[in-house]
């Protein structure tokens, strides 16, 4: 790992503001969270706001326990100061820090009791309950004026069918009714829906089982969660990440799609990915599309990683990509190279404002010069046919004016995030780095703009900054919000 040291002056002055435009979805208000303009404004101030994990964080004495760190939005955008840490040991929280908790290895928002403000909710899936080691547990974490404060425990309704309760989350209005639904995932074959709208006193409404497993194949447990709106018909659907193993030698995760309707959701498609994948209106269509990652290079025997596009439609998914993209890809910069993870983190939104969504791409483990493992993040112009590599440019620690300089096994990229932090409509760029400075980590935010992501003005800080114990290996940002 890169020597622990303090981050390095250029980084801890670099105070200018970060602006964040459009979510992993689109740049304007999330349909399920009707009662805020942001299902990411957590004190209802008109501002995104930016989640970050730290999910190895030491919380008292005990280790990997897990902590969260809030940075809220502003016109000037965040910084280190303006935050709320959040553990299972902050007041109104519910629960108790524990070793191997892994507090924040999931997240997810918007306003679950609509009440205006959005609500965050925090996945611990380490979490033992009772006597069922590591069975797991989501928190919600409410929204006021104030910001968040307060806590409801969602509880597991199926502790013997599966354990890691809590290890993907995603919020969104399934059933097209004005209220907010909660998806959990396990490490089980089924995720279960969590029916708005919730009460601070009796959470969810309902609940219903989501079956994974489908006939030709073994399902497993939900990595990532995200909600989007592929056939643009006003209702969320779900895309359910790593949940999927059909029978061949090529295909060993799936994405899968699951359309959202009054009647519930349905199943609708499987497409071919690793565990991770964005989602988000690339051409501009009114339909959000999907993009997959196969970032190990095992399902199509690529080195490094690349990424697919499918398409969105009135129809749903389209079940063949539309193209795929890896570093040997003209106008990508970088080179095909063994293990660099192109594709390990991405998040899709508007940086330009042209009203089609936009991609940063890391490779975490890219080598840079005579540094291995540092990490890097391509930014790709979303355009009526995709995306768009005549334009992609790559950002790392060493890219003039990104504070920092990039060290073997920094892991720039493990976190992505595309979203409006100080309200000028274009979104800028977030990226976690959990192996600076001896895996503390630490955080950055450059700005979007017209002409897309510029460095000046760049935001960054570790984890002690940000109010995370550097005690162990924190991994501060190795986690956003989607």
């Known amino acids: 790992m890169s020597t622990r040291h303090p981050l390095r002056t250029t980084l801890a002055a670099a105070t200018a503001v970060a602006a964040l435009a459009g979510g992993l979805l689109t740049v304007v208000a999330d349909p399920a969270t009707a009662a805020t303009k942001y299902a990411d404004d957590f004190n209802g101030d008109g501002y995104r706001d930016l989640v970050t994990s730290a999910t190895r964080a030491t919380v008292g004495a005990a280790k990997y326990a897990g902590a969260v760190v809030v940075n809220y939005g502003s016109a000037s955008g965040i910084s280190s100061s303006r935050r709320t840490v959040l ?32 609500d965050l909710v925090v996945g611990a899936p380490g979490e033992d309950v009772g006597d069922d080691t590591n069975g797991g547990t989501a928190v919600v974490v409410w929204g006021s004026a104030a910001g968040l404060s307060g806590g409801r425990t969602i509880g597991d309704p199926a502790t013997s069918a599966h354990d890691w309760f809590g290890q993907s989350l995603a919020v969104g209005d399934f059933s097209g009714d004005g209220k907010a639904d909660l998806a959990v995932g396990s490490s089980g074959k089924d995720i279960w829906i969590h029916k708005g709208g919730f009460t601070k006193s009796s959470g969810a409404a309902s609940r219903y089982k989501l079956a994974t497993s489908l006939q030709s194949g073994s399902g497993f447990g939900a990595v990532s969660l995200l909600t989007g709106d592929v056939n643009g018909d006003g209702t969320d659907d779900l895309i359910a990440n790593g949940t999927y193993f059909p029978n061949t030698s090529t295909k060993y995760y799936g994405t899968l799609v699951y359309l959202g309707a009054s009647s519930g959701l349905a199943f609708q498609a499987v497409l071919e990915s690793d565990i991770q994948a964005a989602v988000g209106d690339i051409n501009g269509d009114g339909h959000d599309d999907v993009v997959t990652s196969a970032h190990s290079g095992g399902l199509d025997g690529n080195k490094g990683g690349s990424i697919s596009t499918y398409l969105g439609g009135s129809g749903g998914i389209a079940t063949e990509a539309s193209q795929t993209i890896d570093q040997d ?38 080598t840079l010069g ?55 409509g274009h979104a800028d760029l977030s990226v976690g780095a959990d192996g600076e400075n001896g895996a503390d980590g630490a955080l950055w935010s450059l700005r979007g703009s017209s002409s897309g992501v510029t460095t000046t003005n760049a935001v960054a800080f570790g984890a002690a900054s940000a109010g995370v114990s550097t005690s162990g290996y924190p991994k501060f940002g190795g986690g956003m919000l989607p």
């Open 87 to 118: 553990t299972q040991n902050t007041s109104g929280i519910p629960g108790t820090a524990e070793a191997n908790d892994f507090f924040g290895s999931a997240l997810a928002s918007g306003d679950l009791n609509n009440d205006g403000y959005a």
């Open 329 to 366: 890809t003209s106008g990508v910069p970088g080179e095909d190279e063994t293990s660099d993870n192109f594709g390990f983190a991405i998040s899709l939104g508007d940086i330009d404002g042209d009203g089609r969504a936009d991609a940063a791409v890391s490779a975490f483990y890219e």
């Open 370 to 424: 005579s540094d291995t493992l540092t990490g890097a993040v391509t930014v790709f112009r979303g355009a009526a046919t995709g995306l768009s590599t005549s334009s992609a440019k790559m950002f790392h620690q060493d890219t003039a004016d990104v504070p920092g300089v990039g060290e073997d096994n920094d892991h720039f990229g493990s976190a992505v995030r595309l979203a409006d932090l100080n309200g000028d």
